[in-house]
């Protein structure tokens, strides 16, 4: 897979990678550009790009849209995108009327190819991961469809990929591995609170609860974490005294991972609990469908 970094892949609000699938028509354009800049440099030149909204210069990478700027390469602003835009819009004004006075923003085709995808039946969740969005309802902002498409769109999916798999995965449990899933949800309580490793999966971290990212601790239990607390600060005190310091680099990680779930379990414990309101009975018919 070929890396290449724009414009628009700077780090984004989430800090998180994204995966962009092509067709094979901007494909192939990626690598006319790519081949251009390898015929004129034999390789893809790294240059800086300057942040409108920042201020600042970036360090220097292999950016794909570069311009020359006073003879020096730089990677091509969003400014000088938009007005390429622009007057791709003008010049299709004579043959296409219904571009007089469109006005389109770099991230626009952003919010166009989230739109394309999910009403050619990708699921909203995976538009979310692709897009780098961390909620789904960022992604529904992004997508021009309604509620009852991101349903249909999700059940299609699900129909799709049941009908991909195997037909015994999908028979009735017997009642012994109904009682084994049961029973798993039993050996998830420990001490501190609640394990949310997955059905089916040993504890990989050999009961280490403190540095297991899988612990949710109950609020109630916060006492307890401050008892835990003074004996790992005493331990590290010995070993410091002792000069282990093997067991001051472990006792240190371990102390970082008990104050993270501490204030974890402190925020749980201010916002106490969610008032979710009482049902109410539409007034339309209920729809039956299969999930």
């Not at 017997?174 to 501190?192: A, G, I, M, Q, Y």
Request: aromatic share 8%.
């Amino acid at each position: 897979m070929v890396h290449v970094h724009s414009y628009a892949d700077t780090p984004s609000k989430s800090d998180r990678q994204r995966v962009i699938p092509m067709f094979a028509e901007l494909f192939h354009v990626i690598a006319q550009i790519i081949r251009r800049h390898r015929k004129l440099h034999g390789t893809v030149p790294v240059c800086a790009r300057y942040d409108l909204h920042e201020k600042v210069w970036s360090d220097e990478l292999p950016y794909l849209f570069q311009t020359l700027h006073g003879g020096t390469q730089r990677c091509m602003s969003s400014t000088t995108a938009w007005r390429m835009i622009r007057r791709a819009c003008q010049e299709l004004e004579v043959t296409h009327p219904e571009f007089v006075g469109v006005k389109f923003a770099p991230h626009d085709f952003r919010r166009l190819f989230a739109t394309e995808l999910v009403n050619n039946g990708l699921p909203i969740h995976i538009g979310a991961a692709l897009l780098g969005h961390l909620d789904i309802r960022t992604t529904r902002g992004y997508v021009a469809v309604f509620d009852e498409d991101v349903i249909s769109h999700y059940q299609q999916f699900l129909a799709r990929r049941r009908a991909e798999r195997p037909e015994e995965e999908y028979r009735r449990p017997s009642p012994e591995e109904w009682t084994d899933f049961e029973e798993h949800f039993d050996k998830r309580r420990v001490e501190l609170g609640s394990c949310g490793r997955p059905y089916g999966t040993p504890c990989a971290h050999e009961h280490a609860c403190i540095r297991c990212p899988m612990l949710s601790v109950n609020p109630k239990m916060i006492p307890r974490l401050d008892e835990l607390e003074q004996d790992l600060l005493a331990r590290r005190d010995r070993a410091t005294a002792e000069g282990w310091q093997g067991e001051i680099e472990g006792l240190d990680l371990t102390l970082t991972f008990l104050w993270s779930k501490r204030e974890q379990a402190r925020r749980f414990q201010r916002q106490g609990p969610v008032a979710l309101g009482l049902p109410m009975i539409p007034h339309q018919e209920p729809q039956v469908t299969d999930v």
